[in-house]
């Protein structure tokens, strides 16, 4: 498991990420907001714990950007803040979870556990039938979840209707998507088509997007369009 530590205090944060290490999970260490918010962009993480009190860009804002873009990625919130209204706005504003200072670590590590379980089995009913993330060719990760590729050139977003169009693409690698299955698939998710090259458009965005991976979408005339190199996808 992959975790994003928030945290300035830098005596706590060698402390916890210690622990959370001989625990089994990898840690990766941000002092303020800044680092944070550029992390997130650049690798995947399946939980990050997020204090409030940060340098440069506060733990609220984080928070509310990583929602606002759509990311419902596990966040575990550190907090000094013990009154109930406190914690009703840090869960109303997206925190999965909180603890309070001073950190107990066996307490930590559970409420941890717990918000990674209940993230997983959210995902496990998803509708897709899919699993959380799919690894594309070469080092590309692409995860439905959070509309996000990620390599080692940097990380990729992708719009609702490009998500759809790329798991749809990977669901029928080296096989013809036709235009009605991106319609049907696009209005199972109340999604328009739009003007009338829409489809082209969203298509034509897409492939500029996997130009760092060895998937390439041909346009096969008069049937719709052909995933070269998803075989490779799992």
């Known amino acids: 498991m992959q975790l994003l530590l928030v945290e300035d205090d830098e005596i706590l944060a060698t402390g916890m990420a210690s622990l959370l290490r001989l625990s089994g999970f990898a840690v990766e260490h941000a002092p303020n907001g800044a680092v944070a918010e550029f992390l997130l ?3 995947h993480f399946d939980a990050v714990i997020l204090d409030l009190g940060l340098p440069l860009v506060d733990g609220p804002t984080v928070l509310q950007k990583l929602r606002a873009s759509g990311d419902d990625l596990p966040v575990l919130v550190l907090t000094a803040l013990d009154r109930l209204d406190s914690r009703i706005t840090l869960l109303n504003a997206g925190a999965d979870d909180y603890i309070t200072k001073p950190v107990d670590f066996y307490e930590l590590e559970a409420r941890l556990r717990a918000v990674l379980r209940r993230s997983a089995h959210k995902r496990a009913a998803a509708p897709t039938g899919h699993g959380s993330s799919t690894s594309l060719a070469g080092p590309l990760r692409f995860d439905r979840d ?22 749809l693409l990977l669901a029928n ?3 013809v998507v036709t235009k009605e299955q991106i319609i049907a698939a696009w ?8 003007q009338g090259n829409a489809i082209e458009v969203h298509m034509h965005r897409l492939r500029r997007k996997l130009d760092n991976s060895s998937l390439s979408i041909k346009t096969i005339r008069g049937l719709g369009y052909l995933l070269e190199g998803g075989a490779e996808c799992v």
Request: hydrophobic share 35%; charged share 35%.
């Open 41 to 43: 962009t650049r690798h």
């Open 146 to 167: 959070t509309r996000r590729a990620v390599s080692s050139a940097g990380a990729v977003e992708f719009s609702p209707r490009e998500t759809i169009l790329l798991d």
């Open 173 to 175: 690698a080296e096989r």
């Open 187 to 194: 209005a199972k998710e109340g999604l328009e088509v739009g």
